[in-house]
C-alpha cells in the first residue's frame, strides 16, 4: 500500500547540506498498522511528509495505492490536479491538532469537504457519522477550546477521515498527551484500522506506541531504517535493536571469570513455561539470572531473559542444545573465560 524506494530529502542550511533522508526503503502492506520508531532527528518526520509529498523528495520514488506520487508532483497544472487527487486517498493526522479555533467541530471536520465541493446538507450528513465515529457526536457544536487533548486529537482524526482515505498517515499524534489519554486514541486507531480497513502508518518516538498497536515496525537512525519488519518477528531476532529498546535487559553486568551468558528469547506460549527451574533440575546447572523483561504485543507475550552458565561455552554444549529444543532462541552473549584469556 505504500512502498519508497531509495528515498533521498536533502535540505540547505545555512551554506550547507543536511541529509534528513539517506536512501530509506519502506514497504507497508495493505491493511495493518506500520510503526516507524526513532529519536529526535532521526529523519520520521520528514518521512512522512515525503509519504504524502507535502516535502518534495530530492530523489527517489513514493508510491501509495499503486500511484507513484513523486511521478505526479511534477511541474504544470495537470500534475498538480493529479497529485491532489491522489491525496484525497491519504488522510494526515498531527501533532498539535491544527484545529481551526473559529470553527466548531462539526465545522472543522466539515473544511475538507467544502474543499471537495460537497454541498452543505451532504457536508453535514458526513460529518456527523465521521464525529459519531469517534465518539465526540456530541461535541458537534462546541469550540476547540472546550475541549480535551485527547477529544481535539479525535477531532482531528474525524477531519484525517473525511476524504473516506485508504491510507492515515499518524505524525507523533499522541505524544502531547498523557498515557490514559494516548492509550484511547491508540484503541482508536487500532479499531478505525480493523472497521474500515485503513492502512495506518504511526511515526512515534515513543516504544509503547509501537508494542501497543503496531503489526510492523521500522527502527530509525540518522536518516536510515536499521532494520523493520513485522514486530513480533523482531522483538523475537537475537540482537535486533528494537528487542533491545522494548525488552531491555541492561548493560552486561560484571562476573565470574569462567562462564558464558546467553541472552534468551521466548515468544508466544513458552513465554509461560519454567524453562529456568527446568533446566537447572534437569542438568544440574547453577545458573543465575542476570536480567529479563516481558511485554505482550498483539495479544501474544514476548520477553528475554539473560542468564550466566558456569564454565566455557564449549562446556555448556548440552543445556544450550536444551533450550533451542524448548522452542527458544539462544544468543550467546560472551564467553567470560575468552576475556579473561
Known amino acids: 500500500m505504500i512502498t519508497t524506494a531509495d528515498l533521498r530529502k536533502t535540505y540547505r542550511v545555512r551554506g550547507r547540506d543536511v541529509t534528513a533522508l539517506d536512501g530509506v526503503d519502506l514497504h507497508v502492506q495493505e491493511g495493518e498498522v506500520y510503526g516507524v520508531v526513532g529519536t529526535s532527528g532521526a529523519g520520521k518526520s520528514t518521512l512522512v511528509r515525503c509519504v504524502n509529498m507535502l516535502e518534495r523528495p530530492t530523489s527517489g520514488t513514493v508510491t501509495v495505492d499503486g500511484l507513484e506520487l513523486t511521478a505526479l508532483a511534477g511541474r504544470g497544472p495537470r500534475a498538480g490536479r493529479g497529485l491532489r487527487a491522489a491525496r484525497r486517498s491519504i488522510g494526515m493526522v498531527f501533532q498539535h491538532f491544527n484545529l481551526l479555533s473559529s470553527r466548531t467541530v462539526r465545522d472543522n471536520v466539515e473544511l475538507p469537504l467544502e474543499i471537495m465541493g460537497l454541498d452543505r446538507t451532504e457536508r453535514r450528513r458526513r460529518a456527523g457519522d465521521l464525529l459519531d465515529l469517534v465518539g465526540l457526536a456530541d461535541k458537534a457544536g462546541a469550540y476547540p477550546a472546550q475541549l480535551s487533548g485527547g477529544q481535539k486529537q479525535r477531532v482531528g482524526i474525524a477531519r484525517a477521515?473525511?476524504?473516506?482515505?485508504?491510507?492515515?498517515?499518524?505524525?507523533?499524534?499522541?505524544?502531547?498527551?498523557?498515557?490514559?489519554?494516548?492509550?484511547?486514541?491508540?484503541?482508536?486507531?487500532?479499531?478505525?484500522?480493523?472497521?474500515?480497513?485503513?492502512?495506518?502508518?504511526?511515526?512515534?518516538?515513543e516504544m509503547d506506541v509501537i508494542t501497543s498497536v503496531c503489526d510492523s515496525a521500522a527502527l530509525m537512525r540518522g536518516g536510515r531504517i536499521t532494520e523493520s519488519g513485522r514486530l513480533a518477528d523482531l522483538l523475537a531476532t537475537p540482537g535486533s535493536e528494537l528487542a533491545r529498546a522494548v525488552l531491555p535487559l541492561g548493560d552486561l553486568p560484571a562476573g565470574r571469570p569462567d562462564a558464558t551468558v546467553l541472552d534468551i528469547t521466548f515468544p508466544g506460549e513458552t513465554a509461560a513455561r519454567p524453562f529456568v527451574s527446568q533446566l537447572a533440575r534437569t542438568h544440574h546447572v547453577d545458573l543465575s539470572i542476570l536480567g529479563a523483561a516481558v511485554e505482550t504485543v498483539g495479544g501474544r507475550q514476548i520477553g528475554r531473559m539473560r542468564i550466566e552458565l558456569p564454565g566455557r561455552h564449549d562446556e555448556n554444549a548440552v543445556p544450550i542444545g536444551y533450550l533451542r529444543e524448548q522452542g527458544l532462541l539462544v544468543d550467546v552473549v560472551t564467553d567470560r573465560t575468552e576475556d579473561a584469556a
Open 161 to 205: 477521515l473525511a476524504g473516506d482515505p485508504k491510507v492515515l498517515l499518524s505524525d507523533e499524534a499522541t505524544s502531547a498527551l498523557d498515557p490514559e489519554t494516548t492509550r484511547s486514541i491508540l484503541e482508536l486507531l487500532r479499531d478505525l484500522n480493523r472497521r474500515l480497513g485503513l492502512t495506518v502508518l504511526l511515526i512515534t518516538h
